[in-house]
């Protein structure tokens, strides 16, 4: 029993040594492959690549070259980038970084001929010198915009340098491929220390810029994301066009912004022409105007009713009156894409962190995308208790007096709408106001007959008579008011209404005397009455 069993033991050993054995022959041919492709590659990369050629300005603006140097070299030294870019057998994740960092030389040498260390020993030199710079250039217009958006936030000098760093990290591809280095899967903690490293910030600085009551938080500006990601990924500003427009546009902070906050045309119509709903408007605009001037937080006003009964046009004429901008967040984005309910709030939270400072206010259309309560909106109550509380706070909390504005009032929780500090429903005019508002918005094209006619259907909103005035006026035509009732008549259609010809006015019979008709009632005063 004991020499079978020797015997066994033998052979189980001589086949572990076998199989280590092939185990390190494939080992050794596997790095003989990825040593001789690395060659290959680098042979290939020289057709374009070489010291004499490689022009730094190519990747990054001249006069921000030596800044992301230094973020470059911090993060490959003093993050760990270094196991990345450099491996144990001196072969480089990326030739660009090397050529970028002055030490392109090595690349075109074979690995045999030049030790890891010295790579290390030279972008360690790199670093200490611009260590020791104390300033460096930035580019104009992007300095330029950080101040003006640091002036209406009170951004401090960190939140800047934490704002400029990201910015620059989403335009320029040489300086996120060198935050990659660092990893893939950095949690929240690990992408803030990294930050802090980078830029030579203290930690307590760069977590609170991103805590949940920071300017940045608050403003949706710039957000940390949950999920693990590498550096670059893990930083999510308000917009790509925000960071295009922060690089390249020399505007105010409006324009900055305009892909999700744009400032309204201004209205048509005067408050006269509101005159079914006085006492309400009195109340509001006298209302908002203490608001504004005192900088009220928390005022929230709806505005409800079917559409094209002129909510949009008392907002922009109640902005007119009070002389303040008037701002609304935008449903499409400047390619004409819609926005969703999610992003739609990140804009509407933007503004209300950069316009504060300004005699504003801010129009929320279509405000059903975040409060339906069926259908699972954004602010279901049965979904989620807390979504309800959200929208709470920020009905109390809000800088700027908003007007929500919905066609469908029961789309909104009861509980919710108690949160308005008004609601006020927009019902269609009466034939008589119509006549006034299409006379107006129709800037004198149609005849009195014309108006008349129009007035009879209430399906025509001011905003469509003003969009057919615009179209009219610009044609040549013999007989502009048949263009303009076709106009019209053609948008009826697509919303599903009978046009304006089909709607034949009631003629009488020419034998018909109402003087005949025995009533106790002047009937010309209850036509007027009517009316």
Not at 335 to 360: H, P, V, W
Not at 429 to 438: A, D, G, W
Request: charged fraction near 30%.
């Amino acid at each position: 029993g004991k020499s079978i069993m020797m015997s066994f033991k033998k052979f189980a050993t001589r086949k572990t040594l076998i199989t280590r054995h092939k185990a390190v022959k494939q080992l050794l041919y596997t790095s003989y492959i990825r040593h001789k492709e690395y060659h290959m590659r680098r042979r290939n990369q020289k057709k374009y690549l070489d010291l004499e050629t490689f022009d730094k300005t190519q990747l990054v603006d001249y006069e921000m070259i030596d800044k992301v140097t230094l973020w470059m070299l911090r993060a490959i030294l003093k993050c760990g980038g270094h196991k990345e870019f450099l491996d144990k057998n001196s072969y480089f994740s990326s030739d660009d970084i090397a050529y970028f960092l002055d030490i392109g030389k090595y690349v075109e040498m074979d690995s045999d001929n030049f030790k890891r260390a010295d790579v290390l020993n030279t972008l360690k030199s790199n670093l200490a010198k611009l260590e020791k710079r104390k300033r460096f250039t930035s580019s104009k217009i992007l300095t330029k915009n950080i101040k003006q958006l640091s002036k209406l936030m009170k951004l401090n000098s960190y939140e800047e340098q934490i704002l400029e760093f990201n910015i620059l990290q989403k335009q320029y591809e040489i300086l996120s491929d060198a935050t990659d280095l660092i990893g893939n899967d950095l949690n929240t903690n690990q992408a803030k220390k990294t930050m802090s490293t980078i830029l030579n910030i203290p930690i307590a600085e760069v977590s609170n810029a991103f805590a949940t009551t920071s300017k940045f938080s608050k403003s949706i500006i710039l957000v940390i994301e949950k999920k693990t990601y590498c550096l670059n990924n893990k930083l999510e500003f308000l917009s790509d066009a925000f960071v295009d427009n922060m690089m390249n546009l020399d505007e105010d902070i409006s324009v900055m912004i305009e892909d999700s906050v744009k400032e309204c045309g201004k209205a048509t119509l005067s408050l006269k022409d509101f005159e079914h709903k006085k006492e309400d408007v009195e109340i509001l605009s006298s209302y908002l105007e203490n608001a504004i001037s005192s900088k009220k937080k928390g005022v929230n006003i709806l505005l409800y009713g079917l559409p094209g009964t002129g909510k949009t046009e008392l907002v922009k004429t109640l902005a007119k009156t009070l002389h303040v901008k008037l701002f609304e967040v935008s449903y499409a984005n400047l390619e004409d894409e819609a926005i969703d309910g999610k992003e739609r709030l990140k804009a509407y939270k933007t503004a209300q962190a950069l316009l504060a400072n300004q005699d504003t206010l801010l129009m929320y259309d279509e405000a059903e995308d975040i409060f339906e309560s069926s259908g699972g909106g954004l602010f279901s109550p049965p979904k989620r208790q807390s979504d309800k509380a959200w929208i709470n706070r920020v009905l109390e909390t809000n800088t700027i007096s908003t007007i929500w504005i919905t066609n469908n009032i029961y789309s909104i929780d009861n509980a919710i709408v108690r949160r308005f500090d008004m609601s006020i429903e927009m019902p269609i005019p009466s034939k008589t106001k119509r006549v006034e508002i299409i006379k107006k918005s129709s800037e004198g094209i149609l005849d009195v007959k014309s108006i008349e006619l129009l007035a009879t259907n209430e399906n025509i909103a001011p905003a469509l008579v003003s969009s057919a005035s615009k179209v009219v006026s610009s044609v040549k035509t013999s007989d502009k008011t048949k263009a303009f009732t076709q106009i019209i008549n053609n948008t009826l259609k697509a919303q599903g209404y009978k046009g304006i010809l089909e709607s034949k006015p009631l003629v009488l019979p020419g034998n018909y005397n109402a003087e005949l008709i025995n009533t106790t009632m002047d009937l010309d005063e209850l036509t007027i009455g009517i009316k």
